[in-house]
């Protein structure tokens, strides 16, 4: 069943409010876990007497398997349907969340960590593929890509907000049984509003196991190669070996899909106008994300020598700004071309981030720093929000879960990667000018700049306008 089959009728229209609100809550529970578990764990060491080294596993093994396991996770939404496929994720993140919440050691926590991984590589692709599966082009299509920008916001002040006042009042596992109530509510819109499928089965989504785990592994050992590198330099040893090694698997995953019969990403999506220009935007954008939000908190804690805690406080503008673009970025897609936005949005954060190159160095954080990263985070996520629906216009229904892991999968990395690129210029930055830290943290934020750049440059040269809306024909 398609948008096209749903009638328009009151009721129908309800039960698409009912899919966007599953969708919201969906992406809310994924996207606010880092930031919950970020809060947390120095609380966490400290309970389980735990090293900093080993500490860090707690958000590593979630994150490699949620990267490795995206493209598995989409493939096997379309083979399975929406309805079997988000059910399954989200039991299985819960399964996760509860068993984290109870875990009396370290080595527990960071096994259901992974499960919480492997059940949000279900959850991401299925939920956001709803988008494009069940609401017509259009408004309805654009008021739900304004929620899942309002559920980035949101996740945000969750995780600097209310994650950190569990924590200090109830403890450490209170953040793990925060998501048993919103996973619940998800669970049983899922199993009201999503129709049927057909009976299906896994087998052809897992056809291609070998290139499951080897995606899986690549995907893992490209995160800890610039975990490595972000920690220890680019000249790390440890850090170019792992990262080779990524790159050789990639290398073999490529030539294993071409010769295999039922590959993770069928030949067919390989073809899709858009896909890969959006895909490769969304990464530049994402990295370039990432190195502005570690800049600004090491300008604020280094720099301006601000409190950790005040620091979360003065970060408020990005979930302000991630919020205010929800409602408006759908406004935008209605009047002009998806690519118009996306180029208008990524113009718009590329013009704040080399704003703030010249005036961070000044220190004026509230009356010039702070509007400029408003600026730039409003643009990012309305270019993310016209990006997504750019990539995946020309996708076929039977193929938005596998394109949508696709997209994600070079978000996960391109977070951590454009994180390593900054802090490395950073690091070179006070050597080379004779600059004090200020001055450095002010210039760096060229990095994140040049990375969204190259995300409006792939938007330009790799993408052409999406078919019009009916509403604008």
């Not at 860090?56 to 079997?84: E, M, P, Y």
Request: aromatic residues 6%; hydrophobic residues 60%; proline residues 6%.
């Amino acid at each position: 069943m398609d948008a096209a089959a749903l009638p328009a009728l009151p009721a129908a229209r309800v039960r698409l409010g009912l899919i966007t609100l599953l969708m919201g809550l969906s992406q809310l529970v994924i996207t606010s876990d880092f930031s919950l578990v970020s809060v947390a764990l120095p609380t966490i060491g400290r309970d389980l007497g735990v090293t900093p080294a080993l500490l860090s596993w707690v958000v590593s093994a979630n994150a490699t398997v949620l990267a490795g396991f995206l493209i598995v996770g989409g493939r096997l939404a379309d083979a399975l349907g929406h309805r079997r496929a988000l059910g399954l994720g989200l039991v299985i993140f819960a399964a996760g969340s509860l068993l984290s919440a109870l875990s009396p050691s370290i080595w527990m926590l960071i096994a259901a960590r992974a499960l919480q991984g492997l059940g949000g590589a279900l959850v991401s692709p299925a939920s956001f593929a709803l988008i494009n599966a069940f609401l017509p082009e259009g408004p309805a299509r654009h008021r739900a890509l304004g929620v899942f920008a309002v559920m980035q916001g949101l996740s945000v002040i969750i995780g600097l907000a209310i994650g950190g006042l569990l924590t200090t009042e109830l403890g450490w596992r209170s953040v793990f049984f925060l998501n048993l109530p919103i996973l619940g509510a998800a669970l049983a819109l899922a199993l009201a509003v999503l129709p049927r499928a057909a009976p299906a089965s896994a087998r052809k989504a897992l056809d291609d196991v070998g290139g499951a785990l080897l995606m899986a592994l690549s995907a893992g050992l490209l995160l800890a190669a610039l975990s490595n590198l972000g920690a220890h330099g680019l000249t790390s040893k440890l850090g170019l070996g792992l990262l080779a090694a990524a790159l050789a698997g990639f290398a073999a995953f490529a030539l294993l899909e071409r010769r295999h019969p039922s590959p993770l990403i069928p030949p067919a999506l390989l073809g899709t106008p858009n896909l890969w220009g959006g895909a490769l935007a969304v990464m530049g954008l994402i990295a370039g994300f990432g190195g502005m939000f570690v800049m600004l908190s090491l300008y604020l804690q280094n720099g301006l020598h601000v409190s950790a805690a005040a620091t979360g406080i003065r970060m408020l503008p990005i979930a302000a700004a991630t919020m205010v673009a929800g409602p408006c970025a759908p406004f935008f897609m209605r009047r002009w071309p998806l690519r118009t936005v996306a180029m208008g949005g990524l113009g718009l954060e590329v013009i704040a981030l080399a704003g703030l190159v010249l005036v961070a160095p000044g220190g004026l954080y509230l009356t010039v720093v702070a509007p400029l990263i408003f600026a730039a985070v409003f643009g990012s996520t309305t270019a993310f929000m016209a990006l997504m629906g750019l990539a995946l216009a020309r996708v076929a229904p039977d193929r938005q879960g596998a394109a949508t892991g696709l997209i994600f999968t070079g978000q996960h990395i391109g977070l951590p990667m454009g994180v390593v690129i900054t802090l490395a210029v950073l690091q070179a930055l006070p050597a080379a000018a004779g600059e004090g830290a200020l001055a450095a943290y002010g210039r760096a934020f060229l990095v994140p700049a040049v990375l969204v750049a190259l995300a409006l440059a792939a938007v330009t040269l790799m993408t052409r306008a999406a078919p019009p809306n009916p509403s604008e024909r």
